[in-house]
């Protein structure tokens, strides 16, 4: 097992320093976040089905997109009776509003614009598209159930990154191996990638994040265990593949920031394999600062980690599927 790093890397280095600190001088103190345990709080009549995705809207609301009642089935063709997306108090973590029913096969993907707008992806549907915050639809993008890859299809698109103008990226994704660029208003623009390991390839680029205080990408290309860093224009600028034959080495299933440029990584070798799956949290140089789960006594545990979302407050929120939860982790310093 490797050394949890906010707690014996941090401090070993504190320690090291300390003879050299004036007393005017306070060293930071080591992160560390800790599971809100009861949270989300429910109705008895909502279960959270498989919870593909998960973001935190502008006025720091939980926004919830999942599977009630289906597994992931590219193949379904019954849309889901029950509401799929779920709107919940940060604090209390009551249901504030729910919309979705009869609108979705398989839900995956979900961010949220400037303007509050929600931008969903179903796998199943095969489409992308724009709602109001209260469900209200602006556009779809692609043909339902028809996979393809040209300008006007996808096959099993997996999320979006929303450029302050409007326009937006889409990776496209288990199936195609590529990330498009459209306008604000839905429009193709441009591509890039190919299925492979090279720079520039993907095989299943799965995530999606708009630097912060940046025109970069960051793409989290999945199955090859690796971020790659593109500017606007799709050109590859570096990658980052983790610690090398560590326990936190794994498949890169979502990523997200923080307003100081911190990167959050949701990590999981397989399902339920409790060891290999976790949060990571890189500085901006992207070094490794923290870890979170991967079996350290006292963490949380996590099984099926599938998408992140960091709010302005510093709470981490984790979407995973097998288990059907929303875990909220809260920022402590002990």
């Known amino acids: 097992m490797i050394p949890r790093l906010p707690r014996i890397v941090l401090l070993t280095g504190l320690a090291l320093l300390a003879p050299l600190l004036t007393p005017c001088q306070k060293a930071t103190p080591p992160t560390h976040y800790e599971q809100v345990k009861d949270w989300p709080k429910l109705p008895a009549n909502i279960q959270l089905g498989e919870v593909a995705g998960v973001a935190v809207d502008r006025n720091g609301h939980v926004l919830i997109f999942h599977r009630p009642g289906r597994g992931f089935d590219p193949k379904a063709t019954t849309k889901l009776t ?193 060891e290999h799956t976790g949060i990571l949290k890189l500085d901006p140089n992207w070094n490794i600062i923290a870890t979170i789960g991967f079996n350290h006594p006292g963490d949380p545990v996590f099984d099926a980690v599938h998408d992140i979302a960091v709010a302005p407050d510093g709470s981490i929120y984790i979407a995973e599927t097998r288990t059907k939860r929303v875990v909220k982790l809260r920022l402590v310093n002990p």
Do not use: C
């Open 82 to 274: 029950e509401p799929t997306v779920l709107e919940i108090d940060p604090i209390s973590g009551k249901l504030l509003n729910s919309w979705g029913a009869n609108m979705f096969l398989v839900p995956h993907g979900i961010s949220v614009d400037a303007q509050n707008n929600i931008f969903l992806t179903d796998v199943g549907l095969q489409q992308v598209f724009k709602f109001t915050h209260d469900g209200k639809l602006i556009f779809a993008l692609g043909e339902p159930t028809v996979g393809a890859w040209d300008a006007t299809h996808f096959n099993q698109p997996t999320d979006i990154a929303i450029r302050p103008d409007g326009s937006f990226y889409v990776s496209d994704g288990y199936i195609n191996s590529r990330v498009a660029l459209f306008d604000r208003n839905g429009k193709w623009l441009k591509e890039w990638g190919s299925k492979g390991a090279g720079e520039g390839q993907f095989s299943n680029p799965h995530g999606l994040l708009l630097i912060p205080h940046s025109t970069d990408v960051l793409v989290a290309d999945r199955e090859n265990s690796r971020l790659q860093l593109f500017d606007r224009d799709g050109h590859f600028k570096r990658q980052w593949t983790g610690v090398k034959d560590a326990q936190t080495t794994g498949r890169i299933f979502a990523v997200d920031a923080d307003r100081e440029g911190n990167l959050y990584l949701g990590i999981r070798r397989a399902d339920y394999d409790h």
